[in-house]
């Protein structure tokens, strides 16, 4: 989240132009900001990945503490982060890269697939052995 507050002085992750009331322009010539979208109100992407970074810690801080399996925690986390990373870059100002989607997007997808196997693969783990105690008991 700190590092994002750097791509909002600087100017090198931006999205695309918006009419919102919250809506960026940066003025300053020595942004990173491409030349045809200076002085132009573009979305502040930077902040919108903030606060869903914001919201996906203190889901994770309540709901972490919960579990009881070892990486679980981190696994929820890469997927959430996965998801908002793969929602947020939609107004995000990047090349399209596979698919109609930018790079960033692809990755959140295979890392949401990778973390949703790991998900059903201890789910699965799990019901076999309580049905085991079960069965032996």
């Known amino acids: 989240m700190i590092g994002r507050l750097g791509c909002i002085v600087n100017g090198?992750?931006?999205g695309g132009?918006?009419?919102?009331?919250?809506?960026?322009?940066?003025?300053?010539p020595n942004a990173m900001v491409p030349a045809?979208?200076?002085?132009?109100?573009v979305h502040p992407y930077p902040v919108y990945d903030m606060?869903?970074?914001?919201?996906?810690?203190?889901?994770?801080w309540t709901v972490g503490r919960r579990l009881k399996k070892d990486g679980l925690v981190f696994l929820g986390?890469?997927?959430?982060?996965?998801?908002?990373?793969?929602?947020?870059?939609f107004v995000r100002q990047e090349n399209v890269w596979f698919w109609g989607l930018q790079e960033a997007q692809v990755?959140?997808?295979?890392?949401l697939l990778a973390t949703s196997a790991v998900f059903a693969l201890n789910f699965i783990r799990s019901r076999q052995v309580s049905s085991r105690s079960a069965g032996g008991a």
């Open 12 to 14: 090198d992750a931006i």
């Open 51 to 60: 606060l869903w970074n914001g919201m996906v810690l203190l889901l994770v």
């Open 77 to 89: 986390y890469l997927s959430m982060y996965a998801v908002g990373r793969f929602i947020f870059t």
């Open 36 to 41: 045809e979208l200076a002085g132009v109100p």
């Open 17 to 28: 132009v918006t009419s919102l009331p919250w809506a960026f322009i940066y003025v300053n």
């Open 107 to 111: 990755v959140a997808l295979l890392i």
